[in-house]
Structures are given as C-alpha cells and as structure tokens.
C-alpha cells in the first residue's frame, strides 16, 4: 500500500480502513451480495470524497471502463477522511477500558 499511486478494490471492513490509513486514492467494486454491507460503505464513503466508487450497472462492468477509471486513478486526489490518530490511541484506550473491567 505505501509505494502504490491508488488502489483497486472491493470495500470491505478491514480493506476500506487500510485505504483510510495509508491516504491512497481508490476505486472500489464494492459486493452486494449476500449483503449490501459494501455498497452501502462505499457510496457513503463516495459522497464525502473518501474514494469512488464503480457502479454495478452492467454497462459501467465493461473492460474500456474499468480502463478508464484505473487511468484516472493516480491523478486522484488521495482520500480526505481526516488523521484523528487512533491507531496512536488505541493501546492506551484499551488498557483503560481493561482496567474498568476488572
């Protein structure tokens, strides 16, 4: 991820996060099926102008269009979802929350 220009991806949980933290440009092919879980990340996460978002029309499913949107990947501004240093928080959070539970 950190020598990429952009990323090419579905949307899930753990791949979305990862496009969050390294600040790369993406376009996701989020899966609807079985559930809607994906789509419903990416189409939010497009409108605030954290990635886009390839739709699942047939016609938007075509190899020259696929092709054009990973073109225009790399001058894409990378995503704008603000630093608010969690991952930094994180292990002191959770010894506060351990010792709450004890």
Excluded: H, W
Excluded at 46 to 55: D, F, H, K, W
């Amino acid at each position: 991820f950190a020598q990429c220009q952009g990323v090419l991806s579905m949307c899930g949980y753990n791949t979305f996060c990862e496009i969050l933290s390294f600040r790369k440009p993406a376009l996701v092919l989020p899966r609807t099926e079985p559930r809607q879980e994906q789509a419903l990340r990416a189409s939010r996460a497009q409108a605030r102008g954290i990635l886009r978002v390839l739709p699942a029309a047939a016609e938007a499913q075509t190899v020259e269009c696929l092709a054009e949107n990973l073109a225009a990947l790399p001058g894409q501004t990378a995503n704008s979802f603000p630093d608010q240093g969690c991952l930094e928080r994180l292990p002191d959070r959770a010894a506060r929350l351990l010792d709450m539970a004890s």
